[in-house]
């Protein structure tokens, strides 16, 4: 197999008053050698506001991005195709999240639908927290075919004052998973032959955790979430006849000192799903977790500087001999080295320096 990944970055080029600073320039694709650990810019898309999340096709050919502009009452998706040989990004269509934040978005395991999540402030506008797009067959998105709003509150007055959808995760039966950072929840749902969408449970996390990313287990029966208000990570088992949730198990993060400064962001599991890693803002360092496969257990942890301040995003490499951080208050992507066997991470010194990187995706093939 070839040394050489397809590496796509979305860096914030907007200012937005609850980041850093915008110094980024849109989206990237990048060649980064694993051997060498070296990056090579292969194309750059400046035509893009706030790319803060990306979806990628496993051959790389097509981007999906997220823009996320706070003055927006509604945020964009934008489709692109990547052609190397015809001058990198091709631009194929936008089309309006109906709701405010657009935070995250997945493309479905048959390839022939966008999820979309909206993180949603304020109130007016279309406030909806989970929507569904149809990819067609050249890689555009259709008008939005379904939608859903979340209603609800948690806790903490100052983030959790209304519901506050974070992410989307898909379980192999096709179930969808949404994390609500406001209302301390976990709600599934069955995606229908026409985009709507069945609500089926509702999970409740721990009062003021705040869900905010979801990562499976390689076989899908287990469900694990980072969550950024309390600085843990949760285990939950599903139950493959009924769908619910059942937690586990749960770590915090950081150590007691960390966590009134702490902000947990994304989360990676290794490809055996041995390992989880999980990156803390504040304290600025990646939690390994090691999980005990039969249980969900998380039975040890170690702590390792992120390469950088305000790890927003991480990034495995598929063969899972790196980890890739985006330090976005730094304004560069380290690289961690990883041990398979151990699952322990290396600070190397190795690093590409880019305005305030947000999101890291791999192609995972071709």
């Known amino acids: 197999m070839s040394a050489e990944l397809l590496l796509f970055i979305g860096t914030l080029n907007r200012e937005t008053p609850y980041f850093q600073g915008a110094r980024g320039d849109g989206l990237y694709?990048?060649?980064?050698?694993?051997?060498?650990?070296t990056f090579t810019q292969k194309a750059h898309?400046?035509?893009?506001?706030?790319?803060?999340?990306?979806?990628?096709?496993?051959d790389g050919r097509h981007i999906y991005a997220s823009s996320e502009v706070a003055e927006w009452r509604e945020g964009l998706v934008t489709a692109l195709r990547y052609q190397p040989d015809k001058g990198g990004f091709c631009y194929l269509n936008t089309q309006p999240s109906l709701g405010s934040i657009t935070a995250h978005n997945l493309i479905s395991r048959d390839g022939k639908r966008l999820y979309v999540v909206n993180y949603t402030v304020g109130e007016g506008g279309p406030d909806q927290s989970l929507v569904v797009f149809d990819i067609r067959a050249d890689g555009s998105l259709s008008p939005a075919v379904g939608a859903v709003a979340h209603?609800?509150?948690?806790?903490?007055?100052?983030?959790?004052?209304?519901?506050?959808?974070?992410?989307?995760?898909?379980?192999?039966?096709?179930?969808?998973?949404v994390a609500d950072l406001g209302m301390d929840a976990l709600v599934s749902y069955r995606p229908g032959a026409d985009g709507t969408t069945i609500r089926l449970?509702?999970?409740?996390?721990?009062?003021?955790?705040?869900?905010?990313?979801?990562?499976?287990?390689?076989?899908?029966?287990f469900l694990f979430t980072i969550n950024e208000l309390d600085s843990s990570i949760t285990a939950f088992r599903r139950d493959a006849a009924t769908g619910?949730?059942?937690?586990?198990?749960?770590?915090?993060?950081?150590?007691?000192e960390a966590l009134a400064g702490n902000h947990c962001s994304d989360l990676a599991i290794s490809p055996d799903g041995r390992f989880l890693y999980g990156a803390n803002r504040g304290h600025d360092s990646i939690v390994q977790m090691e999980v005990e496969a039969l249980t969900g257990k998380l039975i040890s942890q170690r702590l390792i500087t992120c390469g950088g301040t305000t790890p927003r995003?991480?990034?495995?490499?598929?063969?899972?001999?790196?980890l890739l951080v985006a330090n976005q208050n730094s304004d560069r992507v380290?690289?961690?080295?990883?041990?398979?066997?151990?699952?322990?991470?290396?600070?190397?010194?190795?690093?590409?320096?880019?305005?305030?990187?947000?999101?890291?995706?791999?192609?995972?093939?071709?």
Do not use: W, Y
């Open 29 to 37: 694709a990048f060649a980064f050698d694993e051997e060498r650990l």
């Open 334 to 366: 380290s690289v961690l080295g990883r041990d398979e066997a151990s699952g322990i991470l290396t600070e190397i010194g190795r690093f590409l320096a880019i305005g305030t990187p947000m999101c890291l995706k791999f192609a995972t093939s071709g």
């Open 151 to 177: 209603q609800g509150s948690g806790p903490d007055p100052a983030r959790q004052e209304r519901a506050h959808a974070h992410s989307v995760a898909e379980l192999p039966d096709g179930i969808l998973i």
């Open 313 to 322: 995003n991480i990034a495995l490499t598929p063969s899972g001999r790196h």
């Open 201 to 221: 449970h509702q999970t409740p996390t721990r009062p003021g955790a705040g869900p905010r990313h979801m990562v499976l287990s390689p076989d899908g029966a």
């Open 244 to 256: 619910a949730l059942t937690e586990t198990d749960r770590r915090i993060t950081v150590p007691g």
């Open 45 to 58: 898309f400046p035509g893009i506001d706030n790319p803060t999340f990306l979806s990628v096709t496993p």
